[in-house]
């Protein structure tokens, strides 16, 4: 399996709301990633997990949280989210034997 | 730090033409390079990279890249064009270092091919 999955495809909420977006991959690999995407523009890092330790935050609102409960699974738990948060979230994953990160297709998020 | 350079927002070139991506880069030590291609709502998908050795590097879809040390490049190239080539091209690059240690990401390159 040399696939990232992400769930849902897409997501609508309100600001009030709270929302998980999940990550899943089953290549073994230990460094997972979240970014954000807007439009026609590259990806910007959230955070990095190494061996399901916290590695990077990129100074996140805590609006965002991760979590990482396991070394096949990335969340993503979203709170009191703004409209300015209307992206394309993507999840990635690196292995200790590759360079190249696997990119998930993303989470299309609406704020309302 | 480290950072990239993607000096076109838009190339251009007819079908079965030769395209070229360009890529600058800038990093204290010694690189990592990667291109990724990126077609509308969906994740980055991996071309190739240069960690070391032959400065050609072959990939997926015919393309290849050339890695030039003294020019700081990574340029993506492909001898003939398709019309499926047609997306937005990102250029990144990561210090050797610390296994969890982030890409960086150029601005991207929007690659369209005509008819």
């Known amino acids: 399996d040399t696939e990232v999955t992400q769930t849902p495809k897409h997501l609508v909420m309100g600001m009030t709301n709270k929302k998980s977006l999940k990550c899943e991959q089953h290549?073994?690999?230990?460094?997972m990633y979240w970014y954000k995407q807007k439009a026609k523009k590259p990806p910007e890092l959230m955070f990095v997990?190494?061996?399901?330790?916290?590695?990077i935050n990129e100074s996140v609102p805590s609006r965002f949280s991760p979590e990482c409960p396991n070394s096949s699974l990335l969340n993503l738990h979203l709170h009191a989210l703004q409209p300015e948060d209307s992206a394309l979230y993507l999840c990635?994953?690196?292995?200790?034997?590759?360079?190249?990160?696997?990119f998930g297709p993303g989470t299309r998020l609406t704020v309302l | 730090a480290q950072s990239v350079a993607q000096p076109e927002d838009q190339v251009n070139v007819a079908e079965g033409n030769p395209l070229t991506v360009k890529c600058t880069y800038s990093?204290?030590?010694?690189?990592?390079l990667f291109w990724y291609v990126q077609y509308p709502n969906r994740g980055l998908q991996f071309l190739l990279k240069?960690?070391?050795?032959?400065?050609l590097v072959k990939g997926s879809y015919g393309f290849e890249a050339e890695f030039n040390k003294s020019q700081t490049s990574f340029h993506l190239k492909k001898p003939s064009a398709l019309v499926s080539d047609s997306a937005l091209y990102f250029c990144?690059?990561?210090?050797?270092?610390?296994?969890?240690?982030?890409?960086?990401f150029g601005p991207g390159t929007r690659l369209s091919v005509l008819p």
């Open positions: 990635a994953s690196r292995g200790t034997g590759n360079n190249e990160q696997f």
């Open positions: 290549m073994g690999h230990r460094a």
């Open positions: 997990y190494s061996y399901e330790k916290l590695s």
């Open positions: 990093v204290s030590g010694n690189p990592y």
């Open positions: 240069y960690i070391t050795g032959d400065n």
């Open positions: 990144a690059v990561r210090e050797r270092g610390n296994y969890g240690q982030n890409f960086v």
